[in-house]
């Protein structure tokens, strides 16, 4: 999934941007901002809350105005400054750029509704959060309930991170187009927070802990089992197709019919399935056309098509829910 690769872009550009605020060079805020373009170049504008980091330090951390005023504006202009590069020197990126802008977000927010209400993505992120928030409470309330002391307090930088978390999520609410991958790559800044505002806590059990032998070889094992695994289930589950299996394999049928760079025709009522298009363009490099009065070699249609298939068309191949037709040379 392209939002896994904004998250690494993201996570990439989180770590270069901590590590500017404990550096004195000025290389690691570079390093951020470029990061941070490349998440915007793989998925868009979701990728832009990175850029509220400085100001939530501002708020937490009581940092200077003027050393987050010049963060703020070096962060923007590395992350900016790229996409001006294609956008002024790459006619086919810049016609990219505009498509982007017009059909994507302007269009989205306009036009586009997946869901019933605002607070669907909201709703969302508290479905997938409530489980580590359980195992957090069950913690707090363990050392609650056996008195123990805490002396520590959770690190500013937790509620920076669990600001920053809010802010990949709210500003998606603008739109009635939204879909829980939107969001990805806030999670991994929310398992921060929430596992530094836990560390006084943990610290406290652990504590317990270390002075059981077993206890830490059974740490170690369940560990060390953990990371296998995770290595496993990445393995067995590379080339397998998991999300929007129907679509990939339509545009694999197609791309076996028609060359690179072709046009093929879809019914108007597909008109807005972005996903389709963008996966005809990523995997094939085929155009989707929607006017009527296309006349190309082949008409895609699905479950949503409500008109009559033109004269001259016959089914060719199809899947569940998509069927491609070719027109005769009669």
Excluded at 19 to 24: F, N
Excluded at 185 to 198: C, E, K
Excluded at 258 to 266: L, R, Y
Excluded at 296 to 319: A, K, M, N, Q, W
Aim: glycine share 4%; aromatic share 16%; net charge positive.
């Amino acid at each position: 999934m392209l939002e896994n690769t904004m998250t690494l872009f993201i996570l990439l550009s989180v770590f270069y941007y901590l590590r500017s605020r404990k550096g004195k060079t000025f290389l690691y805020i570079i390093f951020s901002g470029l990061f941070l373009s490349a998440a915007v170049l793989t998925k868009g504008f979701v990728a832009l809350y990175i850029w509220a980091f400085p100001f939530f330090f501002l708020v937490f951390n009581k940092d200077k105005f003027s050393k987050i005023l010049m963060q703020s504006f070096a962060l923007v202009f590395y992350t900016s400054a790229p996409i001006a590069l294609f956008y002024f020197f790459n006619e086919e990126a810049a016609t990219n750029i505009i498509y982007y802008f017009r059909n994507q977000v302007q269009g989205s927010i306009e036009n586009v509704e997946t869901v019933n209400s605002r607070f669907a993505i909201l709703w969302e992120f508290v479905q997938q959060a409530l489980p580590i928030l359980f195992i957090a409470a069950i913690g707090i309330l363990g050392v609650k309930l056996k008195k123990h002391k805490i002396s520590d307090k959770p690190e500013k930088i937790s509620w920076v991170l669990l600001a920053i978390t809010f802010s990949g999520i709210l500003p998606i609410m603008i739109s009635m187009k939204q879909r829980g991958f939107y969001i990805v790559s806030v999670y991994p800044l929310f398992a921060l927070a929430i596992a530094l505002i836990m560390l006084p806590y943990f610290k406290v059990q652990m504590a317990g802990i270390q002075k059981k032998r077993y206890f830490r070889r059974w740490i170690q094992i369940i560990s060390v089992i953990s990371i296998i695994a995770a290595i496993f289930l990445s393995i067995i589950s590379a080339h397998t197709i998991q999300k929007d299996k129907e679509k990939i394999l339509i545009v694999a049928i197609t791309s076996k019919l028609t060359s690179k760079g072709s046009t093929i025709q879809i019914c108007p009522e597909m008109r807005q399935d972005w996903s389709l298009n963008a996966y005809f363009v990523r995997y094939a490099n085929i155009y989707l056309d929607p006017r009527e009065e296309s006349d190309h070699f082949l008409f895609l249609t699905d479950d949503s098509c409500t008109e009559s298939i033109p004269h001259g068309y016959v089914i060719s191949d199809g899947t569940g829910k998509y069927k491609l037709y070719r027109k005769t040379t009669e």
